[in-house]
């Protein structure tokens, strides 16, 4: 999984080139990148073509793990050998589809944060004026990863973007909502953080008991309202 202190604004990189690269990683799994930094357009593609592999299986392929930007494919090399897996992979990067959002999930949210005032400020905005900007339109699920249930959801206007914090929380509690370069975030354990804290939710997206243990998966989107 990208980690979130490493990725660039909304915008992506204009020097990263068009075709995606597939890169040994170890000696069992291939990494299929689709930019350097992140973007809408580099998030969509490598999330429609985790999907395409869920569908169109690769014989030894015993592992898709989608990220912000990029796909980890792990095989076993018993089964394939690296050549003839990049090959399969490159035959379905050549396709078309998409994937498309699976459910829409409310999740209600109290802003309370103790960064919030000074998000605001940044913003040049009222507290008041930067909650309803935030919760204007639905979010994108990008990934769920670098702890468990944590999700990465994007992206807001560009009038909505701000740094994250020069210093970071040794420690925030489950359910802590995070703001930061364009995204919002919620915690599903108690995690560290650099981005700025702006409330916090009920919602859970990790029960270690159910099956599966998360109920967001990328591309679903997420619709933040005031709690009541």
Known sequence: MEQPSNQSLPGGDRHWPNVPQIVPLGDCALLVRFGQSLDDAANRAAL????????DVVAGVVEIVPSLVSVLVRYDPAVVGV???SGELALRLGRSDAAGERVTQRVSVRFDGPDIGEVADLLDLSVDEFIQAHNRKP???LAT???PGFVYCGFHDKTLIVPRRSVVRPQVPTGSVLFAAGQT??????????WHVIGHTAFRNFDP????PTQLRAADR???EVAS
């Open 48 to 55: 429609s073509f985790a999907a395409r592999l869920e569908t």
């Open 83 to 85: 050549a003839r897996l």
């Open 139 to 141: 979010m994108r699920v």
């Open 145 to 147: 990863g670098f702890a």
């Open 185 to 194: 975030a919620i915690t599903a354990t108690d995690v560290p953080t650099g």
């Open 209 to 212: 008991a159910a099956n599966p």
């Open 222 to 224: 997420l619709l933040f």
